[in-house]
């Protein structure tokens, strides 16, 4: 039981001791002298005097000094000492991203420093970081210091990218390069690249003598490239040299030149940046048959690439997009083992009710395929089947990566002709194959003609993953 009061006031004239108190008189005096917590089972105590010194006394244990069992059941004033992982560990806060010269600057100091510039471009570059952090605006910096916003987002964005090029793979030596007040202009353009890529044309620039507008042309060329796989004279450039990135660049402008004229300059500076023999082989056959065409002279036009991209659309889908689509397709998916009986047995639909979404097919079926509602896809969709192939390489062009694919085809037209792309048995699976090829085969008939290809989400659509970002 708890019993907590408090004594009364002192009085001013002498206190007399009864002789005699009675068990109230007992309780009360106690009351007024003892100012700790008894629980039950604590036993006894002299009158006058907290029990135990004091300390709080647990159930069940000895009221005595020397109470048995460990620690007489009494709780310690201060807590156990808990294992050395978990002990406090105070607050840290992180380390300055400014340079050690700079971190003991008050900010009308570190004003000043922008204002005149004082030291190399990149050790000054964190204190507009710093300032924002303070709660400045591009606008009262530029007021302070008299650097435009422009400039404050290149000083920041180009100190990021030279941290970036610090590695075992860049010599130091080519890093003072980029040290003279030109040097943010350089390294803005290669913001969109990757580390690796970086590296590379870092030093392609540095090479040249690349100014600024000649590094922004090269960083795009280099971002694009990948994303060109499968056109024309691709596979001839290396991917990881930046000059052939260039090179198939300027290939590329060649052939939208109108005059045939103008085609052999730029061939003539894609020509002077190449770097591999198979890509200064294929640009010279191109340069080559630029200056004949331009002098009247007929030209045997080369035979068709067996790894060009065919015609029909080849899609990669994106994450979220079946969900947002307005209208979904519900089609028969058959894998490439079945063969092409299953392809004719594969259900059509029969009926289609648009406004309450109801498919009616004229069977049941145990594997679907659910697509937006792709015009392509919409035509033929009646008789539209999908076909699962395991490893995207089997088909008759280039493809970028191992991963599985969906074909989607038309059961309603299976006579070949020279530009299709059409759906068949050999050796007992299903295949992908080009109409000229078929034609030269002796075959005019297929189980379908393919209409899309349908490639699965991907985060990263040009071959870079996310830790290679800086």
């Known amino acids: 039981m708890l019993s907590l009061s408090h004594p009364h006031p002192a009085s001013t004239g002498p206190r007399h001791r009864k002789p005699l108190a009675t068990t109230h008189h007992r309780r009360r005096r106690c009351a007024f002298t003892i100012a ?11 009158r006058g005097s907290p029990p135990n010194g004091g300390k709080l006394i647990l159930p069940g244990s000895s009221g005595g000094g020397g109470g048995g069992g460990r620690g007489g059941g009494l709780l310690p004033r201060t807590p156990p000492p808990t294992a050395p992982a978990q002990l406090y560990q105070p607050f840290h806060p992180p380390i300055s991203p ?65 941290d970036s090029l610090i590695s075992d793979d860049f010599p130091e030596d080519l890093l003072h390069h980029f040290d003279s007040y030109g040097g943010p202009d350089l390294l803005y353009e290669l913001r969109f690249l990757n580390a690796r890529q970086r590296l ?6 540095i090479a040249r003598n690349l100014e600024a507008k000649g590094v922004r042309e090269l960083a795009r060329a280099m971002k694009d490239f990948p994303q060109r796989r499968g056109d024309e004279g691709w596979d001839a450039f290396d991917r990881h040299s930046a000059g052939d990135c260039l090179a ?26 190449v770097e591999t023999e198979s890509a200064r082989a294929r640009v010279e056959l191109e340069l080559e048959r630029a ?58 639909r029969s009926k289609t009710d648009a406004d ?20 392509p896809v919409m035509a033929v969709a009646d008789e539209a089947v999908v076909i699962e192939l395991a ?45 000229n090829k078929l034609l030269e085969e002796g075959i005019s008939q297929a189980a379908a003609e393919v209409v899309t290809v349908v490639r699965p989400p991907k985060d990263e659509q040009d071959i870079i993953s996310g830790e290679e970002w800086d």
């Open 248 to 273: 198939y660049a300027r290939f590329r402008l060649s052939r939208e030149a109108i005059a045939k004229e103008n085609r052999i300059p730029v061939l003539e500076r894609s020509l002077d940046v």
């Open 291 to 348: 200056i004949k065409k331009a002098a009247g002279e007929e030209v045997e036009e080369p035979e068709e690439d067996v790894n060009a991209r065919p015609a029909v659309p080849v899609v990669r889908l994106m994450y979220g997009e079946i969900s947002e689509a307005s209208i979904v397709l519900l089609l028969p998916v058959v894998k490439e083992t079945d063969g092409v009986e299953a392809v004719d047995l594969a259900p059509r």
């Open 98 to 162: 400014l340079p050690t010269n700079f971190r003991n600057l008050d900010l009308t100091e570190r004003l000043a420093v922008l204002r005149d510039r004082m030291g190399r471009w990149y050790e000054y570059a964190p204190l507009v970081s710093s300032l924002f952090r303070e709660g400045f605006t591009p606008a009262s910096i530029e007021e302070a210091t008299g650097m435009s916003g422009v400039e404050q987002n290149r000083l920041i964005v180009a100190s990021q990218v030279r």
């Open 356 to 375: 309450l979404g109801i498919v009616e097919v004229d069977k049941g079926w145990v594997r679907w395929a659910v697509l937006p509602g792709w015009a």
């Open 391 to 435: 490893d995207g390489r089997v088909l008759p062009w280039r493809s970028a990566d191992k991963e599985r694919v969906l074909v989607v085809a038309s059961r309603k037209r299976k006579e070949v002709v020279d530009e299709g792309i059409y759906v068949l048995e050999k050796g007992g699976k299903l295949v992908v194959e080009r109409g």
């Open 36 to 46: 700790a917590l008894i629980l039950p089972g604590g036993g006894g105590t002299p």
């Open 200 to 205: 590379k044309a870092a030093k392609h620039a």
